[in-house]
């Protein structure tokens, strides 16, 4: 059996159609039942006065790998770049802040409450039902384990319920193939910089699904060492964005912060002596550090923003130099930061790189790039939907392992 469309265009289980390669095997074996060869071998040729009719798929996708709830579908026809019809997202921040950070029990309980509301918002801006959804995709990894448990069993149900087959999304793909959904969408091949709260990489990309790992972080992430850093400054969780605010009152030369790995000679990162680095910088300007207002405190968060950008924008140029490629794709949170971007624009534009980004509001987790990745999977055929409704999360999954 496989998936096909109908004349309805829907996607359906049919039995597997014969290949060309079969059909000569069985002309091969059957010269002598009296069938001409011309009858078993002719391809079956379209009426010249039909119009071509393009399949058209529709990919309701879910995230809900940690604090945020994101739905959304994408409609895909044909070969065309697939298109957002509708997406919505709920941040747990508020939720969060309280306790410094993400609490996993409290992120899984509330992806229950707000998915299916979201779902209904997105199918209700969309101006299509449930009925019109081709394929449920979801996160499957990495992320916390209660959380992708969520958006896997609503998913698994609701698929189930409509007879429809699912897809697990890698949520790293997600955000690799989140600027395709911009109004810049870059081209294959590219370098890319994957650069969030939890993962820090760079990667070859030569298409969907043929991903080479280049260097990554050793330690901890980019984004970690820009929320444990502004949490060092008393700024509120998530402390990424607000220390890149602060930053712009500061001088980035104030204080000389180390930039680990800079001049390793590979692709890797670290970003744990940076965030001992700010520990000590903090002790020794004593309550400064903390105080609003303080000029102190401007420049030790311009100073981290520097150390941080710095390496980044040091490596991807590296990256393209040595492949020879001149396009960058930037995803993930930190691809949000403002001084990141401006720096890799003028360093790019120096060196005639094309440069693409997700949207502003695209950069954090969403159900848009979930949704945008199962479409593109399935366009190119590095993947196919199946009607297998298990809760097969994987918490640990690196991308270099996706198939």
Known sequence: MEWAWNEGLLWERRPRRESFLVRCERLKNHRDEGVAPTEIMAKPQAAAHAPLKLPVMRILGIESSCDETGVALVESTGDALPRLLSHALYSQIEMHQAYGGVVPELASRDHI?????????????????????????????????????????????????????????????????????????????????????????????????????????????????????????????????????????????????????????????????????????????????????????????????????????????AALKSSGLSRLVVAGGVGANRELRRQLNEACAKTRVRVHYPELHLCTDNGAMIAMAAAMRLQSGAQTAEARYSFDVKPRWPLHELA
Not at 122 to 134: H, I, K, S, T
Not at 185 to 196: C, D, M, N, Q, T
């Open 113 to 317: 409450r707000r998915v299916l509301p979201l779902t209904r918002q997105v199918m209700a801006e969309a101006g299509a039902a449930l009925a019109d959804v081709d394929v449920v995709a979801y996160t499957r990894g990495p992320g916390l384990a209660g959380a992708l448990l969520v958006g896997s069993g609503v998913a698994c149900a609701l698929a189930a319920a409509l007879g429809k087959p699912v897809l697990g999304v890698h949520h790293l793909e997600g955000h690799l193939l989140s600027p395709f959904l911009s109004a810049d969408p870059p081209e294959f091949p590219f370098i890319a910089l994957l650069v969030s709260g939890g993962h820090t990489q760079l990667m070859r990309v030569d298409g969907v699904g043929r991903y080479e790992l280049l260097g990554e972080t050793i330690d901890d992430a980019a984004g970690e060492a820009f929320d444990k850093s502004a949490k060092l400054m008393g700024l509120p969780y998530p402390g990424g964005p607000g220390l890149s605010r602060l930053a712009e009152q500061g001088n980035p030369a104030a204080y000389k912060l180390p930039r680990p790995l800079l001049h390793s000679g590979d692709f890797d990162f670290s970003f744990a002596g940076l965030k001992t680095a700010v520990l000590t910088q903090t002790k020794k300007i004593g309550g400064a550090a903390q105080t609003e207002g303080a000029p102190e405190r401007a420049d030790l968060a311009a100073s981290t923003q520097a150390a941080i950008v710095e390496v980044l924008l040091k490596k991807s140029m």
